[in-house]
């Protein structure tokens, strides 16, 4: 097993990456829900706008968390397990979602394969939320880890908030 507890140290040092000290499991369930909540909401949905709309918060949210992840938390978490297998099933899931995300973003509520996208969408990434939170998953092996789940959570947070355009407090 590796000894390395984190990756980059840079970005952890930024004030952005510090407050929220948020560990890197904890964000990463936290954009779950928010994704499950939309997905939910807009199953529920008949306005083309507000479905326009959730689609588009769902495509964004997955392609930053997924950003993330693969440059952040996947190394760390491949380095300090060497679980090549879960790393290796997480990232081709990835590619499957990412095309999805991208054939929704060319289409509007309009198409009629739009509904459906979106479903797919769901259950590719209930499945994928449910294979790194499940006991013996992903997130329970990083937890067992040597991972410095802080850092790594700061560094990922300093990522997304660079992704999101948010400034950093002076």
Request: a negative charge; charged letters at 30%; hydrophobic letters at 40%.
């Amino acid at each position: 097993m590796a000894t390395r507890k984190t990756t980059k140290t840079a970005a952890p040092a930024s004030k952005s990456a510090r407050r929220g000290a948020q560990d890197a499991v904890a964000l990463l369930k936290a954009d779950h829900r928010q994704v499950a909540d939309w997905f939910a909401e807009f199953e529920k949905s008949r306005s083309d706008g507000k479905k326009a709309n959730l689609a588009a918060s769902i495509c964004e949210a997955l392609t930053v968390h997924m950003r993330i992840e693969e440059q952040v938390f996947y190394p760390a978490f491949l380095e300090a397990t060497g679980d090549q297998d879960l790393h290796h099933e997480a990232e081709i899931e990835h590619a499957g979602a990412k095309n999805l995300i991208s054939q929704i973003q060319e289409m509007g509520p309009n198409d009629e394969y739009f509904d459906a996208r979106v479903k797919v969408l769901s259950e590719m990434i209930k499945h994928h939320v449910k294979e790194e939170e499940q006991p013996g998953g992903m997130f329970a092996e990083a937890k067992a880890s040597d991972i410095d789940l802080v850092a790594v959570g700061a560094e990922m947070q300093a990522s997304k908030d660079q992704l999101l355009g948010k400034a950093e407090a002076a």
